[in-house]
């Protein structure tokens, strides 16, 4: 069982670049999620789909863009790449219905922007 | 807003033993959901155990057991027989009870547990 998919798994980019990362699952799940995790903390919440066609921003949206043209796809957008947004980068999904389903993880992407 | 507080950075203990991790929140909501994940060396989160603010039952998973303090807005994690493979990061979280598109966690900063053989 796949499950959740992120690509890559690990990345440098230079200040001022831009890049795309990539979030697929498998489970049909409507809820999807993108996390970031800096050193040493929990994961914050960047933006989410309750649906395809359908985002909204989490608690740290600066600097990135989402779009949920698919159930299955959720791309997370960095337009110009700056050290800050340097951290580990989660993708998740759930069925939804308030947290009776659990969010599935996918294994992270490691972002260094030098 | 929700805040989630883990006081405890590390913690370790020997392998077979018992070992309880601290979690406390605040939130003015009555009907929520707490999670207790787990983030091995291979960075994927694994959830681990969930309790339901309204059930007064404390939630069981095998070795894993929860204390739950609603008035006290606490929520530890007790880990029985520890085992090698317990040894990760584990997140406290909360999430508010359904409410359409309002289905988000707020995690705590982590507690890295690490199991002596």
């Known amino acids: 069982n796949a499950g959740v998919t992120q690509t890559p798994k690990f990345r440098i980019l230079k200040i001022g670049q831009s890049m795309t990362l990539q979030c697929t699952q498998d489970m049909n799940h409507n809820y999807m999620y993108w996390y970031r995790q800096d050193p040493g903390m929990g994961l914050k919440l960047i933006y989410y789909?309750?649906?395809?066609?359908?985002?909204d921003k989490g608690e740290v949206p600066n600097g990135y863009n989402v779009s949920r043209s698919t159930t299955e796809d959720f791309p997370l957008r960095l337009e110009l790449a700056a050290p800050s947004q340097t951290s580990v980068y989660f993708c998740a999904s759930s069925y939804g219905v308030g947290g009776r389903q659990p969010q599935h993880f996918g294994d992270g992407t490691r972002l260094s922007i030098l | 807003a929700q805040t989630v507080t883990q006081s405890q950075p590390e913690m370790s203990v020997q392998e077979a033993e018992t070992v309880t991790l601290s979690c406390t929140y605040d939130t003015s909501e009555n009907n929520y959901y707490l999670f207790w994940y787990k983030q091995p060396p291979s960075r994927q989160m694994i959830l681990v155990i969930r309790q339901e603010a309204y059930k007064q039952q404390n939630a069981t998973e095998n070795r894993f057991s929860v204390n739950f303090q609603k008035a006290a807005k606490s929520f530890s994690l007790k880990i029985s027989d520890s085992q090698l493979g317990d040894t990760a990061m584990y997140f406290c979280a909360f999430m508010k009870h359904y409410d359409f598109g309002n289905e988000k966690l707020t995690f705590g900063t982590g507690t890295r547990l690490t199991i002596i053989p």
């Open positions: 789909s309750v649906g395809a066609g359908i985002t």
